[in-house]
């Protein structure tokens, strides 16, 4: 109820491409979560899903990249270097 | 190892013995917050430290909007270095500000959270009219600063406070303009981190390069209480004056503007606000100053009592009280 709301508004009051926002926050926090902090791969999905689900998401371990999809868009965000961490690096 | 791993076990053993109201209330399973690790020091040495949830001493933690403190600390540190002054236009040193009215906003304007751009600091309880969110996540993760710079001026620079994270971002590419992109890539850790000690620090940037400074900082437990050392130590760390030597004093004096909130230069202090004539946090000492984040994560320096508390938490499903931590703290121990 409360995902169909929040969306129902964003129609109604945010821009057609708000929602990947949902992929964006959950692509960073999940990758500096996992990649930075070091925790584990459940601990990163919880911390890093906020009130709307992602309909997948990959985690990229040789190139330190993390993928995700929701609501019709995708995004990666990749862990850099230990000092820089992890940035969206949608094409 | 053995020996770290035996001192590990008595911490938490005197932490049971003489914070086990603190203790219980952290890591009450039944509370709807998340306490991932918490210390405490007195006057030199940590006198309680837990982890939970998978965190060791090791492991750095986002300290979300407690990062504010820090970049602040860049700040000054950049002041001492006659690199700018608290007085200087923020336009000087990043040309978007120097337009019709963003053009008076100063350096100090945007320490003390008042310069007046249009702004809304909600998180997920109102996502699709957020500023934070569409900054970090939306229109403005490439470019922070300029999405801030963006905003219209609404307030005569100084006249009105707003808590902005936006503003935080446009002090770190102010410090970009005034140190050159070189000095400013590594500063963090030339200036600060490495002389403090800090190992842990992961620092994120946007695209264009710029510390995240509103949001993005990680440190273990054990390296953000260095901060608060060095703030309840006015500024010198080993016998040397690091920060300029007003810069703790400047820290915790309320902004001008602010009516009803206890907050300074990227700190937030516990003075009587002008508005209610109540202190924010009954039971902390007066003069008490706080680097909070979002869900949870809190640095209390407590100069009269020579004590420095760091909790780091995942509070998604409710709030811990920061009153209430403070009357455990100060009820328990040997003071």
């Known amino acids: 109820m409360k995902e169909k709301i929040i969306l129902l508004s964003t129609l109604i009051f945010g821009s057609c491409d708000f929602p990947q926002v949902v992929s964006n926050s959950f692509t960073k926090e999940f990758c500096s979560c996992y990649f930075v902090v070091g925790q584990s791969e459940k601990y990163c999905y919880d911390y890093a899903l906020q009130s709307l689900q992602i309909s997948s998401y990959e985690i990229h371990r040789e190139s330190k990249t993390i993928t995700a999809s ?22 | 190892m053995k020996k770290i791993l035996f001192c590990l076990v008595l911490l938490t053993q005197t932490a049971l013995a003489n914070f086990s109201e603190l203790d219980a209330y952290l890591f009450d399973q039944s509370a709807k917050y998340q306490t991932d690790s ?18 060791n001493p090791d492991q750095p933690h986002l300290l979300w909007s407690a990062t504010k403190s820090v970049a602040a600390t860049l700040i000054a540190l950049a002041i001492k270095d006659n690199q700018l002054n608290l007085t200087d236009k923020a336009g000087k040193f990043y040309p978007p500000l120097r337009r019709a009215q963003a053009d008076t ?18 998180y997920e309880n109102d996502p699709w009219t957020s500023d934070v969110i569409s900054m970090l996540y939306w229109k403005g993760y490439q470019d922070m600063a300029a999405y801030t710079a963006s905003k219209k001026v609404v307030h005569a620079p100084g006249s009105f406070f707003y808590y902005s994270s936006g503003e935080t971002n446009l002090l770190m590419a102010v410090l970009q303009g005034a ?8 500063y963090p850790w030339t200036h600060l981190f490495e002389p403090l000690g800090i190992k842990s620090a992961t620092w994120e940037k946007d695209s264009t390069g710029n510390f995240v400074g509103s949001s993005y ?8 209480l260095k901060i608060g050392q060095l703030y309840l130590q006015n500024g010198a760390w080993e016998g040397k004056q690091v920060l300029p030597k007003d810069w703790v004093k400047f820290s915790t004096t309320p902004a001008a503007a602010a009516q009803d909130e206890s907050y300074g230069a990227h700190w937030y202090m516990n003075t009587i606000l002008p508005k209610t004539g109540q202190r924010p946090y009954p039971h902390a000492p007066e003069d008490v100053f706080l680097a909070l984040g979002h869900h949870g994560q809190m640095l209390f320096v407590m100069p009269s009592q020579k004590r420095i508390f760091v909790r780091f938490g995942a509070d998604k499903k409710g709030s811990i009280s920061h009153d209430m931590i403070f009357k455990l703290i100060m009820s328990g121990g040997a003071k």
């Open chain 2, 38 to 55: 918490v210390l405490l020091w007195e006057d030199g040495k940590i006198i309680y430290e837990k982890y939970a949830h998978g965190f």
């Open chain 2, 217 to 224: 900082l990680y440190l273990t437990p054990r390296d953000f």
């Open chain 2, 105 to 122: 906003i100063s350096i100090q304007h945007l320490l003390n959270m008042s310069s007046g751009l249009e702004w809304k600091e909600t």
């Open chain 1, 70 to 91: 929701g609501y019709g868009f995708s995004s990666e965000a990749k862990f850099l270097s230990k000092e820089e961490g992890c940035r969206i690096t949608n094409l």
């Open chain 2, 179 to 186: 140190l050159g992109a070189d000095l400013y890539k590594r």
